[in-house]
């Protein structure tokens, strides 16, 4: 294993969605061990804290079916500068978060070096809606269409004007509550996805090669890992906002991490999601960690 720099960033972010916790998810995750881990694998650690949250509004615009947006632009924002900074100093940037809108700034900053950037996005959801297909209003579940250049002109625009990420650059995970919108833009613009019937199908070692493969063949200049805890089953990440049944399994999920450290494609990451209000003991926490550890290369034997 290579040995990293490995910068982290807290993002408390939680306007993204509508229930309260989740912005207490990187002290969860740094009180589960996190950077202690990763050190005793090699790599140097830099903690640099969590960067600023400010409420200005906390109102949903019913006008625009986008919560807190103000709030969302702001952070995100902030969030973008940061990764930008880290990744022109030569570090690998890991951003804890916080709700998943948080991967509109972690991507925007990426774009700033990357011109062809990959993207593995584990999740049970696809996170493609814009403010028109939204359910919600939550921009949680929408990062991934944004990155792509689609939704409110705010936040396809932070940092740097556009799309960040190329459609065939995606590949989805773990899949399994996708919205119409979502179903509809995935076929339009040929995102590749891993639902859950292809892990169930297939199993995860034939699903994590040939994630691996088609971003080798993309021609790709980074790789980045924005991985959602309840991608997870439920069963093992009960602390997330959006639980939804028939997950990946924990073993999987380690064997997902082993199989993209193996490769070595993965040049940042960011774990998001996890809300200790709605946990079981810091379970999702753990299990973020844990899943780090496989990630940046701890062994078995
Ligand atoms: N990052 C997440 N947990 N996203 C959940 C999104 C749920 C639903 N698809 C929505 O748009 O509201
Ligand atoms: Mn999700
Ligand atoms: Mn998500």
């Known amino acids: 294993m290579k040995k990293l720099d490995i910068t982290v960033v807290g993002v408390p972010l939680d ?3 509508s229930r309260r916790g989740v912005d207490m998810g990187p002290s969860a995750i740094r009180y589960a061990g996190a950077i202690k881990r990763l050190e005793a694998i090699g790599h140097t650690l830099k903690d640099e804290g969590d960067i600023q949250v400010s409420a200005i509004e906390r109102s949903h615009r019913e006008d625009t079916n986008l919560k807190n947006l103000e709030e969302v632009v702001s952070a995100t924002t902030e969030l973008a500068e940061k990764v930008a900074a880290i990744i022109e100093k030569g570090e690998f940037p890991l951003v804890l978060g916080g709700d998943h809108s948080i991967a509109i700034g972690t991507i925007a900053g990426l774009a700033s070096k990357y011109k062809n950037l990959g993207v593995i996005w584990y999740d049970a959801h696809a996170d493609m809606n814009t403010a028109e297909t939204s359910p919600s209003g939550n921009i949680h579940g929408m990062p991934l269409a944004v990155t792509m250049g689609l939704g409110h002109e705010r936040l396809v625009n932070i940092y740097k004007d556009g799309q960040k990420v190329k459609p065939e650059n995606i590949v989805i995970i773990g899949a ?3 919205d119409p919108g979502e179903r509809k833009l995935i076929k339009e613009k040929g995102v590749k996805v891993f639902s859950m019937h292809e892990i169930d199908r297939d199993g995860m070692t034939v699903v994590m090669n040939e994630a691996i493969a088609y971003l080798q063949s993309k021609d790709l200049d980074g790789v980045h890992l924005s991985l959602d805890l309840d991608g997870l089953d439920p069963i093992y990440t009960p602390g997330v906002g959006t639980p939804v049944q028939g997950g990946i399994s924990y073993r999987e999920s380690h064997l997902a991490m082993e199989m993209l450290e193996d490769a070595g494609i993965i ?3 960011e774990f998001v999601e996890v809300n200790p ?8 926490g753990e299990v973020a960690v844990e899943l780090m550890g496989s990630l940046f290369g701890e062994k078995l034997l």
Do not use: C, P, W, Y
């Not at 209000?277 to 999702?284: P, S, V, Y």
């Open 15 to 17: 306007f993204g969605q």
């Open 176 to 178: 399994r509550s996708v």
């Open 267 to 269: 040049t940042s990451a």
């Open 277 to 284: 209000i709605l946990d079981e003991k810091n379970k999702t």
